[in-house]
């Protein structure tokens, strides 16, 4: 049967390809991914170059990345022509089989990451299935709700999602990996609400939600609390947990308004730990200064409001639901990633989406573009001014 439904997936191709997706959305995409790997380098090479296990090579990760970017292309040009209705027959397996990889995580059966299970590794190949899961939920979300759209709001269908995300929320936590898990959790709610969902159902479940995680799940962990501790004053505790925050805050007050320039961040010399990585906004902050940060945030931004004027667009409830749960994603992980670098937010593992390094993240994050612009072939976004006067007669008619 799934044998089938490839080969028909396959098939639809040519028809597919015929038709022009979102080009704004592409080629965003494509200059994050290329900025991605330039800021990389920079970030790494110092590190590289002399660490023997690396080779000296100040161009390892740069390679690794770059690699993931062809591959994460290929899956992403592949899902933008197949056809979607196969996707969406498709999202069921797919939904099964990253629960059973993240159970296979939680068990322990699988590498370890920085004192953390979350990998998988076969050979040399390491995958992170709480990465790929973010895109089975938003493909199974979508098509759950749009099977259901007529009885959404019956408690029945808010006990089936609030199901799946403590499911899902659970043996992600168990990695652990507390701020991948709450991410998913809200992208599943946000396609719930914009799929029409019952509000009561889902402020009360909210509420319930937070109070839990706090009082379980961080005010229960001595290592959370430290360094919720180590947010709010960063300084007081800067040789142990006060450490990153600190270090991040000090690269992006010397970047000033223009930058250190291109190559010339300090604070990547062992300051901060593994800088290619989730603090790698704030070595773009301190060799691009703050006009640099913004200009990623409004590109960034961009991307972001293109993808909910997609959503907004969109005919099949389907395509709406992805698009919408895409937007959330993409707002999310931005948001988080600069929050812990500018420490509004505690310290967490949260990747910035196409220039951290990274495979699993930055190949997840390709493929959901690809269904992206697979729905955009089928929905074009009409010209700025129309788009525009529909988003605000949503609101005021």
Known sequence: MIRQTIRKAIIAIPSQRSRRADRGILITVVVLCVFGLFMIWSASMYNAKTDPSLHYDEFYYVK??????????????????????????????????????????????????????????????????????KIAVLCFTAYFCELTLSHIKKLDMFAIILALTAVTFYVIYRQPALTTAAIIAI??????????????????SAAGAAALVYKKFIGGSDWRMDRINAWSDPFTNILDEGWQPANSIMA???????????????????????????????????????????????????????????????????????CAGSGILFALQVFLNIGVC???????????????????????????IGIVLNISRNNPIPRFGPVWRDFVDQFTN
Not at 353 to 364: A, V
């Open 64 to 133: 690794k990345q770059l690699l993931f970017f062809l591959a994460g292309g290929a899956v992403m040009m592949f899902l933008s022509v197949m056809n979607i209705e196969i996707l969406k027959s498709l999202s069921p397996w797919l939904m099964g089989l990253m629960l059973v990889l993240l159970l296979l995580t939680a068990s322990g059966s699988s590498g370890e990451v920085n004192g953390a299970v979350r990998a998988i590794k076969i050979g040399s190949l390491v995958i992170m299935p709480a990465e790929f899961t």
């Open 187 to 204: 992208v599943i709610m946000g396609m719930y609400f914009v799929a029409g969902g019952n509000l009561v159902y889902l402020f009360l």
């Open 252 to 322: 992006l007050g010397s970047g000033g308004l223009t930058g250190r320039g291109v190559a010339k961040s300090i604070a990547k010399l062992s300051f901060l730990p593994e800088p290619q990585n989730d603090y790698i906004f704030s070595i773009i902050g301190e060799e691009f200064g703050f006009l640099g940060c913004i200009l990623l945030m409004a590109v960034y931004l961009f991307l972001i409001a293109r993808l909910f004027i997609l959503a907004f667009n969109s005919k099949s409830t389907f395509a709406k639901l992805f």
């Open 342 to 368: 500018t420490n509004l937010l505690p310290s967490t593992g949260v990747s910035l989406p196409f220039i951290s390094s990274g495979g699993s993240s930055l190949i997840s994050f390709m493929a959901v």
